[in-house]
């Protein structure tokens, strides 16, 4: 016996599967010979119900993220919001996380006072 080179092997296999798909069934054959019992078809009829509904909980899901990521964009935008957002300390433990958020009794935005430093130079002032 010789023995056989891979490319054969590849040929005598690809023939021998041939051969096997060609004693199967054809699924027209399978499906009259398969009954379905009436709980079954219940619950697939159910599942298709369930699945049919979801997108629309996703649109709901997706409006709700856009709201609120427009609200906290929005209040990003104001100065005092934005420096609470900002100016925040994350600790992380082995079980929760927490964030401190700073409490100062100044006031965060500058004041119009005689201390004029925080204005550009281009600008005038009294």
């Known amino acids: 016996m010789r023995p056989f080179k891979t490319n054969e092997l590849k040929v005598l296999a690809d023939v021998y599967l041939y051969s096997l798909l ?28 369930k699945n049919h509904k979801k997108p629309q909980n996703w649109k709901r899901i997706l409006l709700i993220a856009a709201i609120i990521s427009t609200i906290l964009l929005a209040s990003a935008s104001i100065y005092g919001h934005r420096e609470v957002i900002v ?12 964030i ?17 430093g925080w204005l550009p130079k281009d600008i005038p002032h009294r």
């Not at 994350?90 to 927490?98: A, D, G, L, P």
């Not at 958020?101 to 005689?114: C, L």
Request: charge should be negative; aromatic fraction near 8%; charged fraction near 20%.
């Open 22 to 49: 060609l004693d199967l069934p054809s699924e027209a054959e399978i499906a009259s010979q398969q009954v379905l019992s009436e709980r079954f078809l219940n619950k697939m009829s159910l599942l298709v119900r």
């Open 100 to 116: 401190v958020f700073p409490q100062t009794q100044e006031p965060s935005a500058p004041t119009n006072s005689s201390n004029t």
């Open 87 to 98: 100016n925040f300390d994350t600790h992380v433990y082995k079980e929760f996380t927490t």
